[in-house]
């Protein structure tokens, strides 16, 4: 399935279980409602946001529009489809409805967002949607489910790399730990959005364009049993020229020359014969691209030695070899212990560039444990994280929400006891503003037909509900937020950029950001606010809107 | 795609995205390097289970089985599949290789496995693959992800339902918060296996066969001005013999007898008329199943007397409401308050059962929030969980691991410096034994071909690592644990039961469990055991593949 809209083709989501069924049964029985009280067709704008930015954080990356665009690009009920929505709602319900619902599709439907790969903060809308109402209703719940995990991911990413250091290379292992088949695929989209370099997942590789990484694992290393069992025992040099015919024997002259060397003084004894034997089956496989993990007998007295002997035999081949990965233990203790190791053969054997071999860390990584490896200080140089970049194991849900704003031009407001929860009204736009430094100092929201904030003109910014939280502002630059991403099939509309642009975006919007909104531990919020007008009218409404209540 | 095994059509996975592709590289390039060697085809023995209950209990149910048969019943790589394994490979690496992967499919490969749905713990295998390395390999990450979420899941909503207790109705409520779309579609079908009835997910009722449940939003309501935009005022009566011609009206003249009421005594005044306009539509659409949100304003002054206003008038008509939907504030308060208010209309107005309307509760539940409304009773009959049942909110992930146990009838042994971490190598049986309560005593692990223990005969159990903590114990009944779920197309296997008998046989196990290792605080641990003889030969392995320490 695939729509083509303003010159572009765009295909369905990438999951093909993204269907208009995809959605709570009460937007159906919603629908039916609206269809039968004729309201179907009134135009209703939804704002999508969410309240409180994730993880403790000041700061979130928006995600998922993209997928969004996909399905209301293509968004039609197939017969089965209706056919199930007629078994699902009650038998008197009438069958014009269902003559209905199979023309429906998202013409008349308009879709304002900010770019994907941005820094967005709570309240600002992230997505405007404005159409019919029965339509938009439906749209609810996927925009909801695509946007949300998105995001949480995305932000959850960007974090991990700030913690990590710009120089190091991160490497999303998250597949068998995710949340069903796409919360893996969807995982390594967002993570490398978020900031990551590379995914395990060969199906997101396919899909996406993302780099792949892997090597082998600990079974790999306990399926041998010794160096014999090898029988293809040749390996070309690199340059093809020569041909070692028993590069087990020469690993394992290696292997002794480490074991007698006089700068490593005696460090290594013994070392596992069913691991050697794993490293020079795995090098013989993958001469160019030698990479061993390290850990699954003993990392310093079998793990390494037995590399350093691989390593060395390739060398003299004229390969280099990628590394190591330490997947358990103390990684700050055990990577500076394999530096040493390495700078000393560098040394000891004249081999250039040995003492940088790199150094893979993986093992139920988070924010946390990098964030304790840079204060013990340490020498990884790449970080495998699983478990806590996919499922988002700090914070497992980021609660967007999808509130009715406008209808028939009326605005509309949903109050709440809690202050945080009450929506704000009006079909708005929304700007962001730059101070001297070419920092984001504020968002701001307007009402639609405001005249947008100036450039060297002093603005007044409200807090939207707290009445004595306002401050003036005189941006240096303005940006409005929002861009038109569907306007129904021919309108004109941004174009999807691809995942490397989006990634860009997200990399580069997170290095422009004041450093005290970003810092880990108690950053400053980034502020919020309204218009005068709007916030004038946002109370006006409210107090319109609330009943008084009755002390007795 | 469907595949045929021992009569039964095996369709593939529910989600087209499983396909072999969805693993980590290191599965091919391990595979890779197994056929470099002329490993691949020897036969390996791996276990895949967990090592911690979640959630701080004692006990999880086993889930995602099926997905994985139908996933390696239908095991083939496409052309474009191996061609992209080809460019994420070495260019060095032979052309054999593809060409062996071109015709790899699991028609060696057996699968024994624990019955879906059942409880389950730590250690004791879940699934136990057999057959070509480096097929089994690339196994591994799709089994994982397909029965660590799903496990999780079903474990979750087992716990919420023994938080709420059995007589309350559990709704799943969390599509738009999931982590991705078939993070909704697979925990509304994990949460109903753990004993929630009924799900908001349209398409996974459509897939699955879930019921389905949902009425309408705050949207819906704020969505309506006024009574006086309701165009269709008529609703036939129940039975079809009359007519109300406004039906608008009627609902007015009862929300003054509710106003004027002297049971009531003046409890309510002016209610919220948007409010009342989208409950009367609500019921013109709905009138045999008319449920309504009535918070949107404020539960006690507006929802429950327009709520009652409605219920009232549909009632002279012959119907019957179906309840209320509470989904903010204090849900034991106004839970109770509104059972008050049923309860003296019922009275007041002598209608039947109108006292028990059903009241559903939602917003941001968990179990230590349904554990709080117990503690403080509550008038709840049915509770719509999202986020927290969907995205295991209090533990994002379970620890799946799959482990090799076994080559060419060696047994293989993963070591580590944690204990928990070191495996039980073998292929082993395993063993439920149940003591004269009924009640499921311990799990036992043994060899293959040990004999298997027997009712009636004392038989020692040893815990695999702790040499001092044994039991003698004498079954009165025994159950094999693992069954034969795979054993190429040919081979005769379990039948894939359907998803409600899977339901049934969770319920029913988690039923007989020893209450103490049930209980939400403080449970007692299930002990998982090994036998005499397995547990003598798992410490001669270690002994043997373990380096010994020098102390400098």
């Known amino acids: 399935m695939a729509a083509i809209s303003n010159g572009q083709v765009i295909a369905g989501p990438t999951n093909p279980m993204v269907t208009p069924l995809l959605t709570d049964l009460y937007q159906f029985t919603m629908a039916y409602a609206y269809w039968k ?79 994907e790969g941005s820094v967005v903060f709570p309240k600002v809308p992230l997505v405007r949607v404005e159409g019919p109402i029965a339509v938009v209703q439906l749209l609810e719940t996927p925009f909801l489910n695509l946007i949300n995990y998105a995001s949480l991911v995305a932000t959850n990413a960007a974090r991990h790399r700030f913690v990590a250091g710009e120089s190091k290379m991160l490497l999303e292992f998250g597949l068998r730990r995710a949340q069903g088949p796409d919360g893996g695929i969807g995982a390594s989209r967002y993570c490398y959005m978020g900031g990551f370099h590379a995914t395990s997942n060969v199906a997101a590789g396919k899909i996406f364009g993302i780099p792949l990484r892997g090597t082998h694992s600990h079974a790999f290393v306990s399926s041998f049993m010794s160096p014999d069992e090898i029988i293809d025992k040749s390996l070309h040099s690199s340059d093809k020229r020569s041909t070692c015919e028993d590069f087990v024997s020469l690993v394992q002259t290696w292997l002794s020359k480490i074991q007698w060397s006089n700068s490593l003084n005696g460090t290594f004894g013994e070392t596992n014969h069913s691991e050697l034997a794993a490293f020079a089956s795995y090098a013989l496989a993958f001469p160019d691209n030698f990479l061993a993990l390290v850990d699954t007998y003993d990392v310093m007295r079998s793990g390494i030695p037995n590399f350093c002997a691989v390593a060395l035999a390739l060398n003299d081949l004229g390969y280099k070899a990628a590394g190591i990965r330490l997947d358990s233990g103390d990684l700050a203790y055990l990577s500076s212990e394999a530096r040493k190791i390495f700078r000393i053969i560098e040394k000891e054997f004249g081999v250039t560039g ?44 980021l609660g967007c929400v999808f509130k009715l704003v406008e209808i028939n031009n009326q605005p509309r407001i949903k109050l709440s006891e809690d202050v945080t929860k009450v929506s704000i009204p009006c079909k708005k736009r929304s700007y962001r503003l730059f101070g001297k430094e070419g920092y984001p100092l504020v968002d701001i929201m307007t009402g639609e037909n405001e005249p947008p904030p100036k450039v060297g003109e002093r603005i007044l910014c409200r807090h939207p509900f707290n009445e004595s939280k306002r401050a003036y502002v005189v941006p240096q630059r303005v940006e409005e937020l929002m861009k038109c991403f569907w306007h129904g099939p021919g309108g004109v509309r941004e174009d999807l950029p691809p995942l490397k642009d989006i990634r860009e975006r997200c990399i580069s919007q997170l290095g422009k950001m004041r450093p005290d909104h970003m810092r880990r531990l108690n950053p400053t919020p980034y502020k919020v606010s309204v218009s005068a007008k709007l916030y004038d009218f946002i109370h006006f409404l409210w107090l319109n809107e609330a009943p008084v209540g009755e002390l007795q």
Chains 1, 2 share one sequence.
């Not at 293509?74 to 269902?98: T, W």
């Not at 893979?360 to 140089?381: M, P, Y």
């Open 37 to 115: 009280a004729g309201k179907h067709n009134e135009r209703a704008v939804f704002d999508l946001y969410f309240r409180k930015n994730p993880f403790g954080g000041e700061y979130t990356v928006f995600a998922g529009l993209e997928e969004c665009i996909k399905f209301i690009a293509n968004f039609k009920l197939a017969d089965d489809e209706i056919d199930f929505v007629r078994q699902s709602l009650s038998s008197s319900c009438e069958e014009g409805f269902y003559k209905y619902l199979s023309g429906v599709d998202c013409s008349e439907v308009e879709v304002y967002a900010i770019q």
């Open 354 to 397: 040995f003492g940088k071999t790199v150094i893979t860390a993986s093992n139920d990584l988070n924010e946390e444990t990098l964030d304790a490896l840079n204060k013990q200080g340490h020498e990884v140089d790449a970080f495998g994280i699983g478990t806590h970049v996919v499922t988002c194991y700090a914070q497992a849900a």
